[in-house]
């Protein structure tokens, strides 16, 4: 298993770019980040006395140098530890004092949310000292099984676990998305979600660069930028979450746009709006369903461009090195259309939560990942989700799956977003409430309420309809369905 990547990129393609700013247009060859990765090393190795198992937390934003230190950590044998900079001081706090970094990174503008810590370093300044620094460090001090990022999940249930990925589970993950998407040494990418996520680092970024491609870096989501750069540089992939694709497609230059270089859009997070497939299929790029989780590479399952319409709302096949099994409550196997929890086996898997066997324990049992995800697959194989299994409700004995109904909720011409919780309800002992952002003006409670009556068993109408401007979200653009009012 080769874990020195840039080592290798640096004999075969020097002079290939290995990363671009999309803003500065600033870019970064294979051979000159195999040195600044060097330099950061030897830097990080002296000055601050990094060395394997250590801990370098980084606040910042996507920044090409934010590669650089991650690659620089790696040859270390450290543990890299992205903190999402949008959190409070006290969440921030937490994740810092969870993961105990030898060192913190951090822009200026977050010192405030890091000043109470003794090691630290302004990212400009350590970019600064790295590169004139004398000590070089290029040889590659870890192991397949060693951990290398500490990815903080976004705490929808609670306060973040940290999923320890290792050397393994990266390359691996790697691989499954090379073979996955047939990704060749020509890809191009623009990344806009954020480095502090397992979308920003995994889904693309780490394998492209694996494969010796292009990653062109953009600090937040611009629609106009995003466009823009993917047709001047010629992106051949592009991937995001359906909100982000809407806004993109909702953009005036869209339509005029040459975005031909681009093979396919891989979505995930949840399904995606037939009426936005179309938009993007009639533009020409064909999209691709995925599903996958931080703790498990993430890229689980793909849905391929050719049935992306024959077979909406499914996640399409488990990735090449995946076991997969849906299972009833006491862990049996179940077959075709059958309701059960995903479970996931495969060597990108996550080796632990940080510190935290019991949720560890709970999560991985017997080699098997338990999702907590809800699944079915067709007679032909194909996987669709259903629901999250906490997110389940149970209504008059009849078990009612949110997924499921806000599917045939967003199929109403004039609703942009759905979510459907459960809430109390003293004769049935939960019902749906359903939010809603609509397009339409005219939409009513009345017509929604008369759409699902036609899709959906009664059990599965939800009993109260709540029109927002918006839906909350988190940073990755997955909504947030416990900021969701259950009064």
């Given at each position: 298993?080769?874990?020195?990547w840039?080592?290798?990129?640096?004999?075969?393609?020097?002079?290939?770019?290995?990363?671009?700013?999309?803003?500065?247009?600033?870019?970064?060859?294979?051979?000159?980040?195999?040195?600044q990765?060097?330099?950061?090393a030897?830097y990080?190795?002296?000055?601050?006395?990094?060395?394997?198992?250590?801990?370098?937390?980084?606040v910042?934003?996507n920044?090409?140098?934010?590669i650089?230190?991650?690659?620089?950590?790696?040859?270390?044998?450290?543990i890299?530890?992205?903190?999402?900079?949008?959190?409070t001081?006290?969440?921030?706090?937490h994740?810092?004092?969870?993961?105990?970094p030898?060192?913190?990174v951090?822009?200026?503008?977050?010192?405030?949310?890091?000043?109470?810590?003794?090691?630290?370093?302004?990212f400009?300044?350590?970019?600064?000292?790295?590169?004139?620094?004398e000590?070089v460090?290029?040889e590659?001090?870890?192991?397949?099984?060693d951990?290398?990022m500490?990815?903080?999940?976004?705490?929808?249930t609670?306060?973040?676990?940290?999923?320890?990925?290792?050397?393994?589970?990266v390359f691996?993950?790697?691989?499954?998305?090379?073979?996955?998407?047939?990704?060749?040494?020509?890809?191009?990418?623009?990344?806009?979600?954020?480095?502090?996520?397992?979308?920003?680092?995994?889904?693309?970024?780490?394998?492209?660069?694996?494969?010796?491609?292009?990653?062109?870096?953009?600090?937040?989501?611009d629609?106009?930028?995003?466009?823009?750069?993917?047709?001047?540089?010629?992106?051949?992939?592009?991937?995001?979450?359906?909100?982000?694709?809407?806004?993109?497609a909702?953009?005036?230059?869209f339509?005029?746009?040459?975005?031909?270089?681009?093979?396919?859009?891989?979505?995930?997070?949840?399904?995606?709006?037939?009426?936005?497939?179309?938009?993007?299929?009639?533009?020409?790029?064909?999209?691709?369903?995925?599903?996958?989780?931080?703790?498990?590479?993430?890229?689980?399952?793909?849905?391929?461009?050719?049935?992306?319409?024959?077979?909406?709302?499914?996640?399409?096949?488990?990735?090449?090195?995946?076991?997969?099994?849906?299972?009833?409550?006491?862990?049996?196997?179940?077959?075709?259309?059958?309701?059960?929890?995903?479970?996931?086996?495969?060597?990108?898997?996550?080796?632990?939560?940080?510190?935290?066997s019991?949720?560890?324990?709970?999560?991985?049992?017997?080699?098997?990942?338990?999702?907590?995800?809800?699944?079915?697959?067709?007679?032909?194989?194909?996987?669709?989700?259903?629901?999250?299994?906490?997110?389940?409700?149970?209504?008059?004995?009849?078990?009612?799956?949110?997924?499921?109904?806000?599917?045939?909720?967003?199929?109403?011409?004039?609703?942009?977003?759905?979510?459907?919780?459960?809430?109390?309800d003293s004769?049935?002992?939960?019902?749906g409430?359903?939010f809603?952002?609509?397009?339409?003006?005219?939409?009513?409670?009345?017509?929604?309420?008369?759409?699902?009556?036609?899709?959906?068993a009664?059990?599965k109408?939800?009993?109260?309809?709540?029109?927002?401007?918006?839906l909350?979200?988190?940073?990755s653009?997955?909504i947030?369905?416990?900021?969701?009012?259950?009064?």
């Amino acid at each position: 298993m080769e874990l020195d990547w840039l080592k290798k990129w640096n004999l075969y393609s020097p002079s290939n770019t290995a990363l671009k700013d999309g803003e500065s247009g600033r870019e970064l060859s294979y051979s000159a980040l195999y040195t600044q990765v060097c330099k950061m090393a030897g830097y990080l190795k002296t000055k601050h006395t990094i060395s394997s198992g250590d801990r370098v937390a980084v606040v910042a934003a996507n920044e090409l140098e934010y590669i650089v230190v991650f690659f620089a950590v790696q040859r270390l044998g450290a543990i890299l530890v992205p903190v999402n900079y949008r959190l409070t001081e006290r969440e921030i706090t937490h994740i810092i004092s969870d993961s105990q970094p030898k060192l913190v990174v951090y822009q200026k503008e977050f010192y405030h949310a890091v000043k109470s810590f003794d090691r630290l370093e302004e990212f400009e300044v350590l970019v600064k000292n790295s590169s004139q620094s004398e000590a070089v460090h290029s040889e590659f001090s870890a192991a397949p099984n060693d951990a290398l990022m500490i990815l903080y999940t976004s705490g929808t249930t609670g306060s973040p676990k940290g999923a320890v990925l290792t050397h393994s589970s990266v390359f691996w993950n790697s691989i499954n998305t090379s073979i996955s998407l047939n990704l060749t040494q020509n890809e191009c990418a623009v990344i806009f979600l954020p480095l502090f996520h397992t979308g920003g680092w995994n889904v693309l970024t780490t394998p492209i660069l694996h494969r010796g491609g292009k990653i062109v870096l953009l600090k937040k989501f611009d629609s106009e930028l995003i466009l823009k750069s993917s047709s001047q540089d010629k992106a051949t992939l592009l991937f995001g979450v359906p909100t982000t694709m809407d806004m993109m497609a909702r953009h005036p230059d869209f339509k005029k746009i040459d975005l031909t270089s681009i093979r396919y859009a891989i979505v995930g997070g949840e399904p995606m709006p037939i009426e936005l497939i179309k938009t993007w299929h009639e533009k020409g790029i064909p999209v691709r369903q995925g599903y996958g989780l931080t703790e498990f590479g993430p890229n689980v399952f793909s849905l391929h461009q050719d049935s992306s319409m024959r077979k909406i709302g499914s996640i399409g096949f488990a990735n090449f090195y995946v076991e997969t099994k849906v299972v009833d409550e006491n862990g049996k196997s179940l077959g075709a259309n059958q309701v059960g929890e995903l479970i996931l086996k495969g060597p990108m898997c996550m080796k632990e939560y940080w510190k935290n066997s019991s949720a560890t324990s709970e999560t991985i049992r017997d080699g098997w990942l338990y999702t907590g995800d809800l699944v079915k697959f067709d007679d032909e194989g194909y996987y669709y989700v259903v629901g999250r299994r906490k997110d389940m409700f149970i209504s008059g004995a009849e078990n009612v799956y949110p997924a499921e109904v806000e599917q045939v909720l967003r199929q109403i011409k004039g609703v942009k977003e759905a979510a459907v919780i459960g809430i109390p309800d003293s004769k049935w002992g939960e019902v749906g409430k359903a939010f809603l952002v609509k397009e339409d003006p005219a939409l009513t409670e009345e017509s929604v309420i008369s759409h699902c009556v036609q899709n959906l068993a009664k059990y599965k109408i939800p009993k109260k309809i709540v029109f927002l401007d918006q839906l909350p979200k988190g940073d990755s653009g997955k909504i947030l369905k416990k900021n969701l009012p259950r009064d």
